[in-house]
């Protein structure tokens, strides 16, 4: 009977090509993005799910107060020797780690030289802890300072198919300080992926840390303890809390009294809040947002496919009627329509599963990994399979059931009434277009505010400013080397400073009872960014003086005493007239000679603060320089020759302004562009069902349009009759969607300090596009059936 | 003497909608013997249809009793009355009704499939009655491809294949033209002669009044006339 049942359903099937394609191509689409969807949030969600005994491994985080009276903020650095001279009083944990890591450090191994970005400080009990796997040499040797573990590929390009055990390379982790050498000690396999800390390097921490070097426990490094079986780690978090506190008791220059906290290593990659992670993590909130996306697209496929089978019911009630009537009972029918939407399921995941693997090259590197249908996974296979049962349950058990209970005399006679049905499908229309709506209002409003954040004037100008991390590298010749660079055709201007805007910057404050025109008794520090650079520092970036004066070049008593502020400390000191005002006492006081408008240092999540630039030709940490537009690469090699002769022992490493602040937000180009890919997908998918409805009502409506043509309708007229409804629908989802869009929009956006507002008109335009889009698809059908020969659809009625 | 294969008593059926009832049939008291040959006539209006919908089972009267072969369907829960229906009642419709993706052997074949009948049996069952009416070369077609007239000669083989004790055919004729309403009157006679199925069927037409040997005629609702004669 099963057999029969999905003969008879291939065989409808393939007697409904047009119907088919558009059910099979829009579920097939609304699998295809859900299966690409699920295969990132499965790999977001596998992060650390490996390491052995990885139930017991924790991350030890401490809130630390920012500053006196400041807000608590959570950090996945804790004081180093936290470990050495606190953890031994606390019962419960059975191994400890401690992790930090180096800012890209440059790798020099004879004529190679490299920046290493996944470059980890640990120690030795790492390879324990963590689903790393040593393939030569001894990991207790990491106990050694001046040791390293290479990975396998790292060790091959350094070393060819030498051994490198026992061999010495030398790293910089510093451009400030000499490279220092390392011995290789041993050599691990590649580093899983799916890690929340990767290292190509893993140096030993002893080479950066001593207890005994640092009395005052300014080191901090990521610590992992590994508890006891049925350790309770809440217990274990308060021991060590309690611990602390009595460090700071005993010693107050070492331990910060602070509340500890164990947090599981699976939750770091997605749902670590702290501060000084070690890289940068996911966000589970994305997944939670994709998942719904996926989800969303699905439902919409699904009822797609639900709507046409059921629409197709007033057509296929006479066929139900016939069968009843020739002995076929209610389960068989439901049976032989779930067979279909079986057929039509399975079909559609097979599609689905070759569009994917076609967009999967693609898809990865959008999403800046490797991905892989994982055909091995027998999981993999299962969820498919339970995919295809509940879809064909889910989106053909309502259909069937419909079906099914059709009176056969009534649909032999012609009579069957759908109204009920005819509701539930307007309300599924409805719910569909209403996530289309909210789908293509997010996108609108993503990519809105992706475009304000962009293209917001930045109070400075990033465009072709090119940016050299110097390090140390000119902090003899940096003079000689601005003048050499100006002398290259493609260069208008070059500025050395300590820092430049979306940097790191330094932070410096004052008493207030030493500010000008402050309240002389007031306690409390007035802070401010700080810049120290030269005199081309504002001309390079073109800020813009709003009073007093730039710093010059002829005037060197300037260095160290002469400040510019941007407007909000101006503000923020509540100053008229800044320009001439001290703050300071003795040989720190500085004068405001300038006031520059106010300009972004960071992105535009963060408000733009006091800002104090110090004039300082001896800051050289950074040199930018203003490009002309012709040749830049050309000029880019000009520069780095230059570079080479300057300073041939550090690596050039440089990059555009406006490329730096652009990629400030790729988490967030990344979602609209995701928002964009998939609200198209999902209204095709949307479109598909609505075509296909069209297509059927108009079919329905022969009759009744020919009468009508007869009677004297024009096309117009008859169009708009066959369109209204849709309009209606439509307009209905709307009103749902609009709503719910802009909360989410509303949530999206509290992140950012300065955003676009949200306008009513982003909605309009939203919901006007969905509307055009529906029409649009509607009115196909609607001409063709206005425009036909009425004669012939009378007589074919 | 023994009971008949289908006996109504005091059946009345009323079409309910929101507004109103209408009554259609009233107080019908009727028997119908095993191997009986019956002509149901009457004007349009009059409850032939309605009439033979009940006793197919398609429908339950709004009051009094239907019993088949001595059992009291009205008493029969759905399920079982289906069984009942499926395996002893079978439908020949004025518009065919052959179902347009299935070939004309999977037509006839449909209903034993809904019987349970194996496959092989199936196809052997189908493939001799289509050979009964002559349509055995037609086998592989589907029914658009055939004229009316063949398409419910099918008909009647499905009716035929699923061997029924019941055949109730509404109007067989009534959509085709009067030589190929007298093949399919023909083979309706065959049926009834050869396998001694119980015809009851529903017709405007006297010519075909003449094949069944009782004639029942309705009036709004009311036997007007119940009456045996000879058959042509």
């Known amino acids: 009977m099963l057999l029969s049942d999905l003969r008879l359903a291939l065989r409808q099937f393939i007697s409904q090509p047009g119907y088919s394609a558009l059910s099979v191509i829009g579920l097939a689409t609304g699998l295809a993005c859900c299966v690409l969807i699920a295969l990132f949030v499965l790999d977001e969600l596998s992060f650390d799910t490996t390491h052995p005994e990885g139930d017991r491994l924790y991350r030890v985080e401490q809130d630390w107060q920012s500053g006196p009276g400041g807000d608590l903020q959570r950090v996945a650095a804790i004081q180093a020797p936290t470990a050495d001279r606190i953890f031994p009083e606390v019962p419960g944990l059975e191994a400890v780690v401690r992790v930090t890591s180096a800012d890209s450090p440059v790798v020099t191994a004879g004529d190679l030289r490299f920046k290493e970005d996944r470059f980890l400080y640990a120690e030795p009990a790492f390879f324990d802890l963590f689903d790393v796997d040593l393939v030569a040499g001894d990991a207790a040797e990491l106990a050694r300072p001046q040791t390293l573990v290479l990975s396998e590929p790292t060790a091959a390009v350094v070393f060819g198919e030498a051994d490198p055990i026992g061999r010495e390379i030398e790293i910089r982790t510093d451009p400030r300080v000499p490279a220092e050498t390392f011995e290789v000690i041993g050599v691990m396999r590649e580093m899983p992926r799916a890690l929340h800390l990767r290292g190509d390097i893993v140096a030993s921490f002893a080479s950066i840390y001593r207890a005994e070097a640092d009395p005052v426990w300014f080191q901090t490094a990521s610590t992992y303890v590994r508890l006891g079986e049925d350790v309770d780690p809440q217990t274990t978090a308060a021991s060590l809390t309690e611990a602390v506190a009595r460090q700071s008791a005993r010693e107050e220059q070492t331990a910060f009294e602070a509340e500890t906290h164990l947090v599981p290593v699976t939750d770091i990659h997605l749902r670590s809040t702290a501060a000084n992670e070690i890289t940068p993590q996911g966000d589970i909130r994305y997944v939670w947002l994709f998942s719904a996306i996926a989800l969303v697209i699905l439902l919409i496929a699904g009822i797609n496919y639900m709507n046409l089978a059921t629409a197709r019911g007033a057509r296929r009630a006479r066929e139900v009627g016939?069968?009843?009537?020739?002995?076929?009972?209610?389960?068989?029918?439901?049976?032989?329509?779930?067979?279909?939407?079986?057929?039509?399921?399975?079909?559609?995941?097979?599609?689905?599963?070759?569009?994917?693997?076609?967009a999967l090259p693609w898809f990865g590197t959008w999403m800046s990994r490797p991905m892989a249908l994982p055909l091995g996974a027998p999981g993999f296979w299962a969820a498919l399979v339970g995919v295809v049962v509940v879809l064909s349950l889910g989106a053909g058990g309502y259909p069937a059931l419909v079906l099914s209970t059709v009176r056969p005399v009534s649909s032999l006679s012609g009579t069957a009434r759908m109204t009920s049905r005819t509701l539930v499908r307007k309300v599924?229309?409805?719910?569909?277009?209403?996530?289309?709506?909210?789908?293509?209002?997010?996108?609108?409003?993503?990519?809105?505010?992706?475009?304000?954040?962009q293209n917001t004037r930045l109070g400075f100008d990033p465009e072709q400013t090119l940016v050299i991390e110097a390090g140390a590298a000119l902090s003899s010749s940096g003079e000689a080397f601005r003048q050499a660079a100006e002398q290259i055709d493609g260069v208008e201007q070059v500025s050395l400073a300590f820092s430049a805007p979306g940097l790191t910057s330094g932070v410096r404050f004052f008493p207030a009872s030493e500010v000008e025109g402050q309240d002389g008794t007031e306690a409390g520090l007035i802070i401010f960014e700080w810049f120290k650079a030269d005199a081309a520092f504002a001309e390079v970036l073109n800020l813009q003086l709003a009073a007093g004066r730039s710093f010059s070049w002829d005037r060197p008593s300037d260095i160290g005493r002469s400040v510019i502020l941007n407007e909000a400390a101006v503000r923020n000191l509540g100053w008229d007239d800044p320009i001439g005002k001290t703050m300071g006492t003795g040989e720190g006081q500085v004068e405001v000679v300038g006031v520059v408008e106010d300009f972004h240092v960071a992105d535009m999540r963060t408000e733009i603060g006091p800002l104090l630039i110090e004039y300082d030709p001896e800051a050289r940490d950074y040199a930018m320089m203003k490009l002309r537009s012709a040749d830049l690469a050309g000029t880019l090699a000009e520069v780095e020759a230059l570079w080479a002769t300057?300073?041939?022992?550090?690596?050039?490493?440089?990059?555009?302004?406006?490329d730096h602040f652009a990629a400030m937000y790729r988490a967030e180009r990344l979602v609209g562009q995701m928002f964009l890919a998939f609200s198209l997908l999902a209204v095709l998918v949307a479109c598909l069902g609505l075509f296909g409805l069209a297509m059927l009502a108009a079919e329905q409506r022969t009759k009744e349009i020919g009468i009508r043509k007869v009677l004297g309708a024009s096309v117009t007229s008859l169009v708009g009759l066959l369109s209204r409804e849709s309009a209606a629908l439509v307009s209905i989802a709307f009103l749902i969607g609009a709503p719910m869009a802009y909360l989410f929009l509303r949530d999206w956006l509290s992140v950012f300090v300065y955003r676009a507002e949200l306008s009513a008109g982003l909605f309009l335009v939203s919901g006007a596009l969905t509307l055009l889009i529906a029409l649009a698809t509607v009115s196909t059908h609607a001409l063709r059936a206005a425009t036909a020969d009425p004669i012939r659809a009378l007589r074919a009625e | 003497m023994s009971d008949p294969l289908l006996s109504l008593r005091q059946v009345t059926y009323a079409y309910r909608s929101r507004r109103r009832t209408e009554a259609v049939l009233h107080g019908i008291d009727l028997d119908i013997e095993a191997g009986a040959f019956v002509?149901?006539?009457?004007?349009?209006?009059?409850?032939?249809?309605?009439?033979?919908?009940?006793?197919?089972?398609?429908?339950?009267?709004?009051?009094?009793?239907?019993?088949?072969?001595?059992?009291?369907?009205?008493?029969?829960?759905?399920?079982?009355?289906?069984?009942?229906?499926?395996?002893?009642?079978?439908?020949?419709?004025?518009?065919?009704?052959?179902?347009?993706?299935?070939?004309?052997?999977?037509?006839?074949?449909?209903p034993l499939r809904y019987q349970k009948v194996p496959a092989d049996e199936r196809a052997a069952r189908a493939a001799d009655a289509l050979k009964r009416f002559g349509l055995q070369d037609k086998a592989h077609r589907y029914p658009t491809e055939l004229s009316g007239g063949q398409q419910q000669l099918v008909g009647v083989a499905r009716a035929i294949a699923a061997r029924p004790r019941l055949l109730l055919a509404d109007e067989p004729t009534g959509n085709l033209h009067s030589s190929q309403g007298e093949v399919v009157m023909e083979s309706l006679r065959t049926a009834h002669e050869d396998d001694g199925v119980t015809v009851v069927h529903v017709t405007h037409s006297d010519r075909w009044v003449a094949y069944g040997a009782r004639t029942v005629e309705l009036l709004d609702g009311h036997v007007l006339r119940d009456s045996v004669h000879h058959a042509s």
């Open chain 2, 39 to 110: 002509s149901l006539v009457g004007p349009s209006g009059s409850g032939k249809t309605t009439l033979l919908n009940l006793m197919g089972l398609l429908e339950r009267p709004t009051s009094g009793t239907i019993h088949f072969e001595g059992r009291d369907v009205g008493a029969m829960k759905d399920r079982a009355r289906a069984a009942l229906a499926r395996e002893a009642i079978a439908f020949v419709f004025q518009a065919y009704h052959l179902l347009g993706d299935l070939t004309v052997a999977d037509n006839v074949a449909e």
């Open chain 1, 428 to 453: 599924l229309v409805v719910g569909q277009f209403a996530a289309t709506v909210v789908l293509i209002a997010c996108t609108l409003g993503i990519l809105r505010q992706l475009h304000f954040v």
């Open chain 1, 322 to 358: 016939v069968r009843k009537a020739i002995g076929a009972g209610k389960g068989q029918l439901v049976r032989q329509f779930l067979s279909e939407s079986f057929v039509v399921t399975a079909l559609s995941l097979v599609l689905a599963l070759l569009l994917v693997a076609v």
């Open chain 1, 646 to 658: 300057v300073a041939p022992d550090y690596l050039f490493d440089s990059f555009f302004l406006d």
